[in-house]
């Protein structure tokens, strides 16, 4: 069984960083196609980062370009968002998913 657990959101000043975390379960995310994802209140999804199963290549949307970083660690099984320079319009609930599943989200507030 697939699980997805996100950890690490909370209160952060404007220009602040936070790290999120996806621990996973019922597969190996080193050989997954993974994506962060966010949802702002009253607003669709926005992707904003994918990992590529193999190969780590991994892309960004062009609101999280040079501020995002997405990466995972093998051995424990868990992906991560390092979010840097943090603006109010980041403030939503993050998301991981994989293969048309998603995790219970972690809420991010950007505010001073």
């Known amino acids: 069984e697939v699980q997805l657990v996100e950890s690490g959101g909370g209160l952060v000043q404007p220009g602040g960083s936070l790290r999120l975390s996806c621990t996973a379960s019922?597969?190996?995310?080193?050989?997954?196609?993974m994506s962060w994802v966010r949802q702002a209140s009253g607003k669709g999804l926005e992707w904003l980062s994918s990992?590529?199963?193999?190969?780590?290549?991994?892309t960004y949307a062009n609101s999280v370009k040079g501020r995002f970083t997405i990466s995972r660690d093998n051995a424990k099984n868990t992906l991560y968002l390092q979010m840097n320079s943090l603006k109010r319009e980041d403030t939503a609930v993050y998301y991981c998913?994989?293969?048309?599943?998603r995790g219970q989200g972690t809420q991010v507030t950007v505010s001073s």
């Open positions: 998913e994989q293969g048309g599943f």
């Open positions: 019922g597969f190996a995310v080193q050989t997954a196609t």
């Open positions: 990992i590529h199963g193999g190969n780590d290549y991994t």
